[in-house]
């Protein structure tokens, strides 16, 4: 079974560029039987997805975000990240990172246990 | 984007009783629509996916169904731990999106 956890700076001030990357376990990130997503919540609120990233490096992000926002992969890692630049404290969330089965019903399988990132000078 | 609208956002149960979660998808997105429970400081699990297939390891008493546009959750004799909050996502077009969430409580 597929592991993820999300690790990164708890804290970042605004207009800084708020950086996590999701180690994964399990399994390898290049095996083709998935996708890998991150989606954000903010407190009390909530699921925004903010984009995904194949394998091959391909992505496609949520156009509220598109400007801010670049996912990329270190297969030799098992690691995807995710930068979100120019934040605010709209910003402030908890992030998640997901992998999606390449199964044709694009479902959100197994999540990270989600890290808070507060925008906050 | 496809808008995702959940009904009722809250609901009081009681242990034992049938509880429906209902989700509206502004266009149709035929049967890709995906439900999740999530608690209290954990991230959300899968419930239900392409309308009515169950998870594995996910209780029978978990149920979905529909397509197109009108979509139902029903959890068929309550039970202590499915007290949370409940989403529908479609996963038909990007951007993906979720339901605002209902959240069910004890009565």
């Known amino acids: 079974q597929v592991q993820l956890q999300e690790s990164g700076p708890g804290l970042v001030k605004p207009s800084q560029t708020l950086s996590l990357t999701c180690t994964v376990s399990?399994?390898?990130?290049?095996?083709?039987?998935?996708?890998w997503s991150w989606i954000r919540q903010p407190a009390g609120k909530g699921l925004e997805w903010i984009g995904r990233?194949?394998?091959?490096?391909?992505?496609n992000y949520n156009a509220s975000l598109k400007s801010r926002v670049t996912i990329s992969i270190d297969t030799s890692k098992n690691q995807f990240s995710l930068k979100l630049s120019s934040v605010t404290a709209a910003d402030t969330a908890v992030y998640y990172c997901?992998?999606?089965?390449?199964?044709?019903?694009?479902?959100?399988?197994?999540w990270g246990q989600g890290t808070l990132v507060t925008v906050s000078s | 984007d496809i808008q995702m609208t959940q009904s009722p956002s809250s609901l009081s149960a009681s242990v034992g009783d049938r509880v429906t979660i209902t989700c509206r998808a502004s266009?149709?997105?035929?049967?890709?629509l995906n439900w999740y429970q999530q608690k209290p400081g954990k991230a959300p699990k899968l419930l239900i996916y392409?309308?009515?297939s169950l998870q594995s390891g996910v209780p029978s008493r978990f149920s979905g169904s529909g397509s197109g546009t009108d979509f139902t959750l029903t959890i068929s004799s309550l039970q202590p731990e499915d007290f949370a909050t409940y989403y529908c996502?479609?996963?038909?077009?990007?951007?993906?999106?979720f339901g605002q969430g209902t959240k069910l409580e004890i009565k």
């Open positions: 399990g399994g390898s990130i290049s095996s083709g039987s998935y996708y």
């Open positions: 266009q149709s997105i035929s049967t890709y």
């Open positions: 996502q479609q996963s038909y077009s990007t951007p993906r999106t």
């Open positions: 997901a992998s999606v089965s390449r199964d044709g019903y694009n479902k959100f399988d197994y």
């Open positions: 990233i194949y394998t091959s490096g391909s992505t």
């Open positions: 392409a309308a009515s």
